[in-house]
């Protein structure tokens, strides 16, 4: 399998989205959108009507994040408004199959999201309701902030899983992924990987982005 890069425009210049995502164009495989409420995190970010304007403007297929509280109401717009990967965290939803069916009847694949102080083992049984498992790497909320390691053993045990029952899912980790950290998340199984950072903050993204590929592709499938 090859792995996904999905540069996050959270470390983008905002005033000039447009631009900063047609210059990871032909590099990146997903971009990542990080849709904060300001309840569920902190931060305020960017929601409904950014993501419906920037889809015009590129063909990149769209994985959005949404760290909002009450997504059973929010998520299914931005199915709906052409988001290729809806995720929302575990956290913030009662009822999470319902909604990851929701979300695919409404075109859009399902993600979940697993925040930094949340075990995994609990959703491992829902894995087959969904297309893509988002293991935080950070505490969710605000982008630069240093990779967590010891929160990779959940990417294991998700992989794990994922063998034995021969599911498909993607694994993507979000949080502090760069050249210095992006092997390990692939030895431990990941095969999708959020950089913010690491790509808006190089003089060159999309030549930023084809290193991480490389790295990742060198460490996949050895977990
Ligand atoms: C933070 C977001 C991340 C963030 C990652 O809660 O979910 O997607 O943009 O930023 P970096 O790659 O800079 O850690
Ligand atoms: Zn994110």
Not at 173 to 187: H, L, M, Q, S, Y
Request: with cysteine; hydrophobic share 50%; glycine share 8%.
């Amino acid at each position: 399998m090859e792995p996904i890069i999905a540069p996050s425009i959270l470390a983008s210049d905002f005033s000039r989205l447009g631009e900063e995502v047609r210059a990871i164009e032909g590099a990146a495989d997903w971009v990542h959108v990080d849709v904060m409420d300001n309840h569920f995190v902190p931060n305020l970010t960017i929601g409904l009507p950014v993501v419906t304007s920037l889809r015009k403007a590129t063909t990149i297929p769209f994985d959005v994040h949404l760290m909002i509280t009450d997504p059973q109401r929010w998520a299914p717009a931005y199915a709906e408004a052409g988001a290729y990967n809806v995720t929302f965290h575990a956290e913030a939803c009662d009822d999470p199959v319902a909604l990851a069916k929701t979300l695919r009847a409404a075109g859009a694949k399902a993600g979940l999201a697993i925040d930094r102080d949340t075990p995994v083992e609990p959703y491992l049984e829902l894995l087959p309701h969904f297309d893509t498992i988002l293991i935080m790497t950070i505490k969710a909320g605000f982008g630069g902030q240093a990779f967590m390691p010891e929160l990779l053993g959940k990417v294991s045990d998700v992989r794990r899983r994922v063998a034995v029952n021969d599911l498909e899912i993607r694994i993507e980790v979000d949080g502090g992924i760069a050249a210095d950290t992006i092997e390990r998340a692939a030895e431990a199984g990941a095969d999708a990987f959020v950089a913010g950072t690491a790509v808006y903050g190089a003089a060159d993204p999309a030549e930023a982005i084809r290193k991480l590929r490389a790295l990742a592709a060198g460490r996949m499938g050895l977990a």
